[in-house]
């Protein structure tokens, strides 16, 4: 199945073939957008859908680890390369938006340990604290930062879109709203769902851009404490007494 989303083309990857055209791509980029779905998703939870779209490209790929199970992340494609060893490649930096629970999921249920991640939630905290005369207590949520850093540089009808999209999305799957996280894992996947899980990494390479250039003088090497804060979530869902669901979740890094 694919459709589109905006600007971009959307495929639902749910075959072998389908996955050995969407590794033929994303193996070639040097930065790629991820996110991840499913039922309470950690090491405990299900993983229901990868979301991938490479930095050049406006295809986004929705690999179906429902259909293909441990196959989405084992098979290699035709240079030898699988979604794993991508996801473990210190060449290709992999852009996620709170990266913890998805390292939890991809560790814990597929043996995957992601490498050079750049978590933008902390890219976000940094254009706080590098600007504001006090610095932040709390991270913020993809929703207020994409609308604060890349909905003013995009055309009216598009945000709108945007916001329509996500409203639809979580009326099926957010109990708050109403609904359920076992839709991810219902198949055939709602196209409510499949829009909803493109538009996630649709636009993280634009957020990424529209916020690095916004680092203030306030503070100093923000890039690399971004970066060495990343490989901290990734590991910190390695521990034992990892809490998915935790508040200090909540809270920024300390000493920033």
């Not at 990868?50 to 929705?62: F, M």
């Not at 590991?235 to 007494?241: D, G, L, S």
Request: net charge neutral; aromatic share 8%.
């Amino acid at each position: 199945m694919s459709s589109t989303t905006n600007l971009n083309s959307v495929v639902l990857v749910d075959t072998i073939p389908l996955l050995h055209s969407c590794l033929a791509e994303i193996a070639r980029t040097v930065s790629l957008a991820v996110d991840l779905e499913g039922v309470a998703l950690c090491r405990s939870g299900t993983l229901c859908i990868v979301q991938l779209k490479a930095a050049a490209s406006d295809t986004i790929w929705l690999v179906d680890v429902v259909a293909l199970g441990a196959s989405a992340f084992e098979e290699t494609g035709g240079d030898g390369k699988s979604l794993k060893a991508i996801f473990e490649d210190e060449a290709v930096k992999k852009l996620f938006f709170d990266v913890r629970n998805d390292s939890d999921a991809l560790f814990h249920l597929f043996g995957v340990k992601l490498a050079n991640t750049y978590d933008l939630q902390l890219l976000e905290v940094a254009v706080r604290a590098s600007t504001l005369a006090q610095s932040p207590r709390f991270v913020r949520g993809l929703v207020p930062s994409l609308e604060e850093h890349v909905a003013p540089t995009k055309a009216a009808a598009v945000v709108r879109r945007w916001a329509r999209v996500k409203a639809d999305g979580l009326a099926l799957f957010a109990p708050e709203h109403g609904g359920t996280y076992e839709v991810f894992a219902a198949r055939p996947l709602a196209q409510a769902l499949v829009e909803y899980c493109a538009q996630d990494v649709a636009l993280l390479h634009d957020l990424e851009a529209a916020m690095s250039g916004r680092i203030g003088r306030r503070g100093w090497n923000w890039e690399q404490r971004v970066r060495e804060e990343s490989k901290v979530r990734v590991a910190v869902a390695y521990q034992a007494n990892y809490n998915p669901r935790g508040r200090e979740k909540a809270l920024v890094p300390k000493n920033w």
